[in-house]
């Protein structure tokens, strides 16, 4: 909700969003150390990009973390960078789309903490094909990954989700990427009803472009970027920190009247950017 305050002011008297402090800055007087202390987080597809912001921006708010993903090494530097930020943290490989696998994530972290708070669901698989061209392996590999991998680690734990901007408009060539995401939004309003008697809430963050080694990946140089940038409406991509604030948010005290809800962070609907 605006101020009337903010109403009232004249856009050129209000700060570029660019220019409202650094990454440290904002979670300081965003989030406190206690913010999640003590709980305890699994994140998938933690290695690398938002789930790596996300594991280690949680450990700043007091949690400790269990991190997700296929590769133990990429899981084990993160782990180490959590722990060197004075939490605990466990590395576990992890194929999210097998269920002996995600069961085997569960188990090890009740045996090394005793309970699970917070269930992070981000890990993610896309390429970028027309639905003709998409081989069916791909279109299997997407899905396991983008909603099987939610689904059964949400029969396990639960609570937020990370799904995209693409579940909610699509994308073109990516359109089972987008199909799966917008599985995960549908999942999440589901579990938002079915589980608030237990007074568990199910949240979902979609993140809009976001400077992550992926998309850097997709767009290879600083033209098509900016052009990226352009399409956006505050101008920029989202930095993997400020996906992570929101994930803090959804996961906090301050959104327990939150359930089923999908927060967007894409700097703004691209619709809106269009000039006329």
Not at 228 to 236: D, G, N, T, W, Y
Request: proline residues 3%; contains cysteine.
């Amino acid at each position: 909700m605006m101020t009337s305050a903010a109403r009232r002011a004249r856009p050129e008297s209000l700060p570029r969003a660019s220019d409202r402090g650094t990454c440290g800055d904002v979670l300081q007087h965003a989030f406190s150390a206690d913010t999640l202390r003590d709980r305890v987080a699994i994140v998938t597809g933690a290695s690398q990009g938002i789930g790596r912001a996300i594991a280690l921006e949680l450990a700043k708010v007091g949690a400790d973390v269990v991190a997700c993903s296929r590769r133990q090494s990429g899981v084990d530097a993160v782990a180490g960078e959590v722990r060197a930020l004075g939490r605990c943290a466990l590395g576990v490989a992890c194929d999210v789309g097998d269920a002996a696998q995600v069961d085997e994530v569960v188990a090890r972290t009740h045996a090394e903490f005793g309970r699970i708070d917070l269930l992070v669901n981000n890990a993610g698989y896309r390429i970028r094909a027309r639905l003709e061209d998409l081989p069916r392996d791909e279109w299997d590999a997407m899905l396991r990954t983008n909603l099987t991998g939610v689904f059964l680690f949400s029969q396990a734990v639960g609570r937020v989700n990370v799904t995209s901007v693409a579940g909610r408009s699509g994308s073109r060539d990516m359109a089972a990427y987008a199909a799966a995401k917008a599985g995960v939004t549908a999942l999440t309003q589901s579990l938002g009803a079915e589980w608030a008697k237990y007074g568990i809430t199910v949240n979902a963050v979609a993140p809009g472009p976001t400077e992550t080694e992926g998309v850097l990946e997709v767009w290879k140089t600083p033209a098509m970027i900016a052009q990226a940038s352009r399409e956006v409406p505050l101008q920029r991509l989202a930095r993997p920190e400020e996906i992570a604030w929101a994930v803090i948010f959804v996961a906090s005290d301050a959104a327990d009247f939150m359930t089923g809800e999908t927060l967007y962070v894409s700097g703004g609907p691209r619709v809106a950017n269009r000039e006329d």
